[in-house]
């Protein structure tokens, strides 16, 4: 059952959908648990051992400790790699907010990596008609924060001549061929299978309703005729976090009725809240999140002030039984952000001895986030209108098939 829809979740379970998720342990999600609910395949070392083979590029360090950690047919894109055959990245962002947080950089990180190791184009969706219909916005206030999440992303420094970034608004009233697939898919979802899927009740909108066809067309290489010449037979690969895996267990199942082929997908964990594993980071939150535009003041408060700790409650207790870094937010983060493998076991041993407090490891936290924030902001400022302007306007991208 490797596409079927999730079942509704159980009262005992993790909520996990594309809006909430709440675990009911201070771990966080159960993701093992996760993988059999949704159908997916862990991620084996195997896998990223014959992707090294490939490549001869080392895995990224998100890959090696399982942050992303499912996937669904990644083996067939490394066959394709091998065979010399094309493929195309795809991933996206909600623009909700001015300012991107910590979490929302996750996909994109990774998503960097695969374009440099695998050398092929990317396409980036910016739903801000999602968060029009999902959100209190208006469409011209969602369609601006598209165009500032735009900068944060072009920041990460993907290459212009191999990334398409667009807007939903702009792309779908330009495209007659993306409009022709969100038909297409339309047509092959029913009202109660939509339901199903995602939960959606009786009062909600019909935009939400029809939603999910948006965010599926990208998967389909027919989409974007100015890049792959109107092909109808390239798959992409697209990392997300393992919330959005329901648009794609529908787009999986759609697939093979439009005679595309099935997009493939790798998963990642969630990046927790600085109050605990059990929820995620919000953007209407402050407190719950570190945001790119934070000072090395404020990085510095929020770590110190709200990040939950898994150590003792007192110096003696600490230093006699240890800290517990399944729940401590500040080891969570250093296993997202801190690349040395090396130093990260290191801190894990000391930690969990008593040997290191959880000041101190606070500390080793903020003295890696304050820099990576402040480059950050530093490339942000550099990225100009018309560097937006170039990333967004639909172009043959340096793509060999």
Known sequence: ????????????????????????SVKGVDYDKLIKRFGSQKIEVALLERMEMLTGKPPHHLLKRGVFFSQRDLSQVLDLYEKGKPFFLYTGRGPSSEAMHLGHLIPFII???????F??????????????????????????????????????????NKTFIFSDIDYIGSSSAFYMNMLRIQRC???????????????DCIGKISFPAIQAAPSFSSSFPHIFGGRKDIPCLIPCAIDQDPYFRMTRDVAPRLGYPKPA???????????????????????????????????????????????????????????????????QYLTF????DEKLQ?????????????????????????????????RRAAVTDETVKEYMTPRKLAFDY
């Open 346 to 378: 290191q801190l894990k041993q000391d930690y969990s001895s008593g040997k290191l407090l959880t000041g101190e490891l606070k500390k080793v936290l903020i003295e890696i986030l304050q820099p990576l924030i402040k480059q950050h902001k530093e």
């Open 119 to 160: 050398n092929v184009p990317l396409v980036i969706q910016l739903t801000d008609d999602e968060k029009f219909l999902w959100k209190d916005l208006t469409v011209e206030e969602a369609h601006r924060l598209a165009y500032e999440n735009a900068k944060d992303i072009i920041a990460l420094g993907f290459d212009v």
């Open 111 to 117: 998503t960097k990596y695969l374009q440099d190791t």
């Open 189 to 203: 979802v029913t009202y109660n299978q939509v339901k199903g899927i995602f939960g959606f009740g009786d009062s």
């Open 337 to 340: 952000f801190l690349e040395d």
């Open 1 to 24: 059952m490797a596409d079927n829809e999730a079942s509704p979740n159980p009262v005992e379970d993790d909520v996990v959908d594309p809006w909430n998720v709440v675990s009911k």
């Open 265 to 331: 997908l790798i998963h990642s964990q969630f990046f927790p809240a600085l109050q605990g594993a059990q929820t995620k980071m919000s953007a209407s939150d402050p407190n719950s999140s570190i945001f790119l535009t934070d000072s090395d003041k404020q990085v510095k408060t929020k770590i110190n002030k709200y990040a939950y700790s898994g150590g003792g409650s007192s110096v003696e207790e600490h230093r006699k039984t240890g800290g517990n870094c399944d729940v401590d937010i500040a080891y």
